[in-house]
């Protein structure tokens, strides 16, 4: 858990010591590995010696004493010890905490962001369907990309996010016919239902008439036909209801802490692609079918052949994607692009990335698709057509009455006020904590009565721990910063496992980013707090016996309150003052 420069600085001093006895260049020797001792005991990092022997002629215990003797004057070393064909490094607990925690507790809420880049990153995520609310599934896009987008922030890239609104097609049309024949003038207003929900039972009763009616399917692709010619009575239907669905997402986004840099439209980008299909028809990257369908040949790359434009003319999803991209890069110049779409859309994007590779773009090579598994409820995959999901807005409304339930208990005396906000923090953390702490691309079965838990490696647990530590920090008072002291303190074992977790923030956050990995935030973040609990629990902090052990546990604990926020901060959750 020691911080990479560190062990960085401590592996050149023992190549520079291999290289004075022996005699060869630093370059010419095999690379040296660091590798952390199975027990404490042993030190903080082991340096394996054997494969020096052939090289060297010489028995590794025997090279690991020539080392040893040549290390004595590094003060990052506190001793070394030989343990067979090791040489075994204990550090300067003093050196390496006052560095550390000097850092932490300087940079205060900063703490943890990299280096610029000078790299601009485009994330897009979400990209809602107008035809229903935003569900479960949804959730884990939203606040996937939400937290992917912070912690690139936080790794020192210009970031931008961008919403493209899925508000044209059949499926639309759908929702709209249903409305058109069942919907008797109602209004969200009329039913008293949020709109977006209104939008979704068309396109749920929609799906159930069309089970009996084959007719509905013929006249709702009649309907997009009339669209995309702008009929006025079907393009006025289409805006009312868009305007529905639309605003009742954004409620939903607002509850959630969700924002977006852009807001796009399908129904402004789609026919794009047209004029880059055109233009690639006449460099020979796509050809022309006998029904004047017009495709392209990805065979060569591993893929299929694929049609990107219809024998009618009209687009297809391809088409747009690369219309949209093109768009996308004149209007933001970005460097990188990330889509956070679902994981049954890998091949579409392999199919997009390859075709404009061919078509001459080479920022299509920074082209990402991060793909996420689905999520499930424990009776089931969710079917919108059938009505079977999970609503985000019902799913976020029982989050926060079983935690306002809990706050209610444990607290009886706050203000009914108090307990809400504190309610809907919480919820909100439970789900997004659960939701991120899984392996992107594996599925997820969402259990709410698990996510929502006071204990083990849940939002809530971490969220209890900074209103403990809030607490902590109140009642001690004013912390005295004493950094030189730490020089020559001695440190507990429980204390330095803290410190040297909190030294490794800045790679969790260079390895959540390199691998578009918040589940490397959420491991982090647990280790912190598991082992400062323990420190907690084990060692007296504001009532120490002596003075100065006082002072260094309340920088410890201040340096934890800092990293801890900010690493809740980049999956999108609220450190509380109080819980």
């Keep these: 858990m020691i911080s990479e420069d560190f062990i960085n600085q401590v592996k050149e001093k023992i190549l520079c010591a291999l290289s004075e006895f022996s005699g060869k260049e630093v370059s010419d020797l095999p690379e040296l590995t660091a590798e952390i001792p199975p027990q404490q005991e042993l030190g903080d990092l082991a340096f394996p010696m054997f494969k020096y022997a052939k090289d060297l002629r010489m028995a590794p215990p025997k090279i690991a004493a020539e080392v040893q003797n040549r290390v004595t004057n590094c003060a990052l070393i506190a001793k070394s010890e030989i343990k067979g064909s090791y040489l075994n490094i204990f550090l300067n607990r003093g050196i390496l905490s006052q560095t550390a925690l000097s850092k932490i507790l300087q940079q205060k809420e900063n703490v943890g962001t990299l280096p610029a880049k000078n790299e601009k990153v485009l994330i897009e995520f979400s990209c809602p369907n107008t035809n229903k609310p935003l569900h479960l599934g949804h959730c884990r896009n939203n606040v996937l990309g939400d937290s992917i987008a912070r912690i690139y922030k ?98 939903t986004y607002d509850k959630m802490g969700i924002h977006f840099d852009h807001v796009q439209r399908e129904s402004e980008t789609y026919i794009l692609g047209k004029d880059i299909v055109q233009q690639g028809l006449e460099k020979g990257v796509f050809y022309k079918e006998k029904d004047n369908s017009i495709w392209v040949n990805n065979e060569d790359v591993g893929l299929d052949k694929k049609i990107v434009l219809r024998s009618d003319g009209t687009s297809i999803y391809i088409t747009q994607d690369m219309g949209t991209a093109v768009m996308r890069q004149k209007l933001f110049g970005f460097d990188k692009m990330i889509y956070v779409v679902g994981s049954e859309q890998i091949y579409h994007f392999q199919t997009l990335f390859a075709t404009m590779k061919k078509l001459g773009y080479k920022w299509a090579d920074n082209c990402y698709h991060l793909s996420y598994g689905m999520v499930n409820l424990p009776e089931g995959k969710m079917k919108s057509r059938e009505g079977k999901v999970v609503d985000a807005d019902n799913l976020m409304e029982e989050l926060q009455q079983m935690s306002y339930e809990v706050v209610c208990e444990k607290h009886p005396d706050w203000t009914n006020e108090e307990k809400l906000d504190i309610a809907k923090k919480i919820s909100l953390g439970a789900m997004k904590y659960y939701l991120l702490n899984f392996n992107t691309g594996k599925d997820v079965l969402f259990d709410p009565k698990k996510s929502i838990s006071f204990d083990g490696n849940t939002g809530p647990y971490l969220q209890y721990t900074t209103a403990r530590i809030n607490s902590l920090l109140k009642k001690a008072g004013n912390i005295n910063c004493n950094f030189e002291s730490l020089k020559n303190y001695s440190f507990r074992d429980e204390e330095w496992q803290v410190i040297s977790t909190l030294m490794q923030f800045e790679h969790a956050i260079a390895q959540a980013a390199a691998e578009y990995s918040p589940l490397e935030i959420c491991g982090y973040l647990y280790d912190l707090v598991r082992l400062y609990s323990k420190m907690y629990h084990e060692l007296p902090i504001v009532t120490a016996e002596k003075q100065e052990e006082k002072e260094v546990r309340l920088m410890i604990t201040k340096a934890v309150q800092y990293v801890l926020t900010s690493g809740l901060e980049m999956l999108g959750i609220d450190a509380l003052e109080k819980m």
């Design 154 to 251: 936080k790794a020192g890239f210009d970031v931008a996010t961008v919403n493209l609104i899925n508000d044209r097609g059949v499926h639309i049309c759908k929702s709209m016919l249903a409305y058109q024949k069942f919907g008797n003038g109602c209004t969200p207003e009329s039913l008293h239902k949020k709109s977006d929900h209104l939008v979704g039972d068309f396109y749920v009763r929609f799906a159930k008439e069309a089970e009996s009616e084959n007719h509905l399917n013929d006249e709702a692709q009649e309907m997009l036909v009339k669209w995309e010619a702008k009929d006025p009575e079907v393009r006025a239907l289409w805006e009312k209801m868009n305007n529905w669905a639309i605003n009742g997402i954004q409620e």
